[in-house]
């Protein structure tokens, strides 16, 4: 079974950075599309940012201006670049990747059938 494995994730400060990681942990073709989502208590998973199988990638608005997303060096991994991180991003992070052949929505979580069990992120003084 494939399994997602993100890293990175912590406590920082407001204005500071973190580098999300996540990597499938089994061997496989190359994922459609791989995404990060966000999660706080009571709240649905939001989309954050997704990377297709070319390697394109697209930032939600109200974060492109700080977040970035792209392939890891390994096959089948992505990265979550944040900086200038603000109170309001304290969440959940979790990797998501489509292993069909075509996403045809990619900010949603039903297009998603791989999870990681995500990293916490908390941005506090």
């Known amino acids: 079974q494939v399994h997602l494995v993100e890293s990175g994730g912590g406590l920082v400060q407001p204005g500071g950075s973190l580098r999300l990681s996540c990597a499938a942990s089994?061997?496989?073709?190359?994922?459609?599309?791989m995404a990060w989502f966000r999660q706080t208590p009571g709240n649905e998973r939001e989309w954050v940012a997704s990377v297709s199988r070319g390697g394109r990638a697209t930032v939600d608005n109200s974060v492109k201006d700080r977040f970035t997303a792209a392939h890891g060096d390994r096959k089948n991994s992505v990265y979550l670049q944040m900086n200038r991180l603000k109170p309001e991003d304290t969440a959940m992070y979790y990797c998501?990747?489509?292993?069909?052949?075509?996403?045809?929505?990619?900010?949603?979580?039903?297009?998603?059938?791989?999870w990681g069990q995500g990293t916490q992120v908390t941005v506090s003084t």
């Open positions: 089994a061997y496989r073709s190359s994922f459609d599309v």
């Open positions: 998501a990747a489509n292993s069909r052949f075509f996403t045809k929505e990619i900010d949603s979580e039903s297009s998603y059938d791989f």
